[in-house]
């Protein structure tokens, strides 16, 4: 008894303190549909409101695009393309950047409306090949009126596999996930259940190169954008990394402890603290030939998801069952 109200009295706190620091946040939150009494009805039946329509002068949908820009740091790289964007009528989203003050490069990355440009795409695509070249620097522009196309490759466990058909289901993944490739076919039924193609391929020491070079006219055919391994348990080659750039997120533990059970071997040197890493794998060969790994920025926004996850968590884990 003494458990469950120390557990109410916990959720209690933890939902006050929401609220007072997330009023903004929760005022967000569609409402649910309202209720009415309809008076032509002799039956009094009680009637769902359908969705309110936008107005008619409001914009339907938003044509958002992503300017991704590197090259040598200077001065006036972030004017420059806030001016050339606004000069054709496109309004910044957001935009992030960095500096590496080691190797003297910038990034920055920038989302944008161009609902309301009132030039076209060749002349705004102009526009930032003339800054590029001004600033000695590389872009890359993506509409965002395709969405690309993802091969998930996976092994025996599901659980990163779910993760990622549930968020696409759900909205969260804008893009294609058209299909999926293992080297098992326990999971078969999962892809089914999703409508999803699922291809198995045996790989073995002796015809790794073989089955990989399959694996790769497959992704062609489907001409597939983006590969994704989710706990895709087998090594890629470089010649892989050649023809796709390969998402991978796992522990922080390489290359330190490079194998199995790397958690069980950290924890008995005395490693105190883990970390997530995603990492994009290119051809471009690292230390001990091994695919060069180039690190993602984790933005702030990712930090408020992240805690936000932690608390709902926590809470569904508090309250008491009945």
Not at 74 to 80: E, L, M, Q, Y
Not at 85 to 93: F, K, S
Not at 166 to 186: F, K, V, W
């Amino acid at each position: 008894m003494a458990k469950r109200v120390f557990n109410w009295l916990l959720v209690s706190f933890g939902s006050f303190w929401l609220l007072a620091t997330h009023t903004k946040a929760f005022s967000a939150i569609p409402k649910p549909p309202t209720t009415l009494i309809d008076n032509n009805n002799k039956n009094n039946n009680i009637m769902s409101l359908a969705t309110p329509q936008p107005p008619e002068n409001q914009e339907q949908r938003t044509n958002n695009a992503i300017l991704r820009v590197h090259g040598p740091d200077a001065n006036g790289i972030v004017a420059a393309f806030s001016q050339l964007l606004y000069g054709h009528g496109c309004g910044i989203v957001d935009s992030e950047q960095h500096t590496d003050h080691t190797a003297n490069l910038f990034f920055q990355r920038i989302h944008f409306d161009y609902t309301k440009m009132h030039t076209d795409r060749i002349s705004l695509t102009s526009g930032i090949k003339e800054v590029c070249e001004r600033f000695q620097m590389k872009s890359e522009l993506n509409w965002g009126d395709k969405r690309k196309k993802v091969c998930v490759m996976i092994s025996k466990y599901d659980h990163c596999l779910w993760e990622l058909l549930l968020r696409h289901r759900a909205g969260e993944l804008d893009c294609e996930i058209a299909l999926i490739i293992s080297n098992h076919p326990d999971l078969q039924n999962i892809a089914d259940s999703f409508n999803i193609p699922f291809h198995v391929f045996k790989i073995t020491k002796d015809n790794k190169q073989e089955v990989e070079a399959q694996e790769l006219a497959l992704l062609k055919e489907q001409e597939i954008d983006l590969v994704v391994l989710a706990r895709y348990m087998q090594i890629i080659t470089d010649d892989f990394c050649v023809a796709f750039p390969v998402i991978n997120i796992h522990h922080s533990f390489l290359p330190a402890f490079i194998g199995g059970k790397p958690y069980h071997r950290a924890h008995e040197r005395g490693v105190k603290v883990r970390m997530c890493v995603p990492i994009l794998y290119s051809s471009t060969l690292g230390v001990w030939g091994r695919p060069q790994k180039h690190y993602c920025f984790i933005t702030y926004q990712f930090l408020s998801l992240l805690v936000e996850y932690f608390l709902t968590s926590l809470f569904a884990a508090l309250i008491p069952t009945a």
